[in-house]
C-alpha cells in the first residue's frame, strides 16, 4: 500500500531550518499521524510523502516559497494603530512579532499606516527559511469508511415535548 489521499499515515519525521534548529522531531515527541491529504500536516512535506511505502524514507530541502507559500500569497491585515507599543517606531517596511488569534507566532511586515490603523502582511517567522527533512513510513492504514447518513429526520426543537 502507498500513501494517498484519505490514507491515515503514521511517520517518524525531524524538520529543522536548513543548517539550523530543529523545528519538529518524532523522537522527542512521538510519530505523528495524520490523513494524507487533509492539510494536517505542512503541505509540500505531505506532497513528498505520496507514494511512499511503509519502511521508505526519505530526505531533503523544502524551499522556503514551498513550504509557507510566496510572499505575494500571504495574508494582509488592518491592526489598530493602539495595539502597537506607544513607542514603536511605525513606518512602512518596519517589522514586529505578533501571535494569531490561535496562539500562532507570525511577523508582521508593515504596509501602511493610517492615523487609527497599521496595514500589515502576516507572514510566518519562519518564511524566508528553507526546510531541511528526513522521514519515514511507519505505518499505512486505509480511509475510515464513510459515516452513515442518519436515517432520523431533522427535528423541529421547538416541537419537542418532555415523555411522561
Not at 499515515?9 to 515527541?29: A, F, H, Q, W
Amino acid at each position: 500500500m502507498k500513501v494517498s489521499d484519505g490514507h491515515i499515515v503514521r511517520i517518524d519525521c525531524e524538520l529543522r531550518v536548513s543548517g539550523g534548529e530543529v523545528i519538529e522531531s518524532s523522537s522527542k515527541s512521538g510519530p505523528v499521524e495524520y490523513k494524507h491529504g487533509a492539510g494536517q500536516i505542512l503541505g509540500a512535506l505531505e506532497a513528498r510523502l505520496a507514494e511512499m511505502s511503509v519502511g521508505e524514507e526519505k530526505s531533503g530541502v523544502i524551499p522556503a516559497a514551498e513550504a509557507f507559500g510566496a510572499d505575494s500569497a500571504q495574508p494582509t491585515m488592518t491592526v489598530p494603530r493602539s495595539s502597537f507599543p506607544a513607542d514603536a517606531k511605525l513606518e512602512v517596511g518596519a517589522r514586529f512579532e505578533a501571535k494569531s488569534p490561535q496562539g500562532t507566532p507570525l511577523t508582521l511586515n508593515v504596509l501602511s499606516i493610517d492615523a487609527d490603523e497599521v496595514t500589515a502582511k502576516a507572514v510566518h517567522p519562519l518564511a524566508t527559511k528553507d526546510l531541511e527533512f528526513r522521514v519515514k513510513v511507519l505505518a499505512i492504514r486505509p480511509p475510515p469508511p464513510p459515516v452513515p447518513k442518519s436515517t432520523v429526520e431533522e427535528l423541529d426543537l421547538a416541537e419537542v415535548t418532555e415523555a411522561d
